[in-house]
Structure formats: structure tokens, C-alpha cells
């Protein structure tokens, strides 16, 4: 999944089973207990895989996704000024 910097954006992950199973969703080891993950003002340093694991006592499944951060289209003007210089 690809974005431009300063999006928003809103993951969800649905697990069903019985037990109901736990959700949660790790980047680097970072762990957030929730069925959404949501980013607002998305930046490049939050670019990376994330992975939803669901998990009763029976068992575990797990998907992982990417995002992919774009910088925000910046336009730079040059003006020049030629003189003939004598």
C-alpha cells in the first residue's frame, strides 16, 4: 500500500473463531491490542511491514501488510536573473 506523507489511513483486521480470538497488530516489536490500526498525518519514519496476529487457545494465523510512504510533491522554483556583466 502506497501514500502520500501527511495521509491518513485506517487498517482493520477481522479474525473470527471460538474462542474469540485476540488482535493485535506489531511493527519492530511494538505491539498495539486493537482490530484498527490508524494513522493520521502519516510520515515516512511510520513507513515500514505491519503484521496483524489473531490468537485463541486453539491456535494462531498472522498477515502481514507494507506501507509505503511517498513525500509529499514539493515544487522548488529557480529564478535567474542574466545580466550581461562588462
Excluded at 498525518?41 to 511517498?70: F, K, L, P, W
Aim: with cysteine; aromatic share 10%; proline share 2%.
Amino acid at each position: 500500500m502506497t501514500l502520500e506523507e501527511g495521509g491518513d489511513l485506517s487498517l482493520y483486521c477481522n479474525a473470527t473463531g471460538f474462542p474469540d480470538p485476540t488482535i493485535t497488530w506489531t511493527k519492530d516489536g511494538v505491539n498495539e491490542s486493537s482490530s484498527w490500526l490508524n494513522f493520521t498525518n502519516i510520515n515516512r519514519d511510520e513507513a515500514e511491514n505491519y503484521t496483524c496476529h489473531a490468537n485463541n487457545t486453539c491456535g494462531d494465523a498472522s498477515v502481514m501488510t507494507s506501507i509505503d510512504v511517498q513525500c509529499k510533491n514539493t515544487f522548488i522554483v529557480v529564478f535567474l536573473d542574466l545580466q550581461q556583466l562588462f
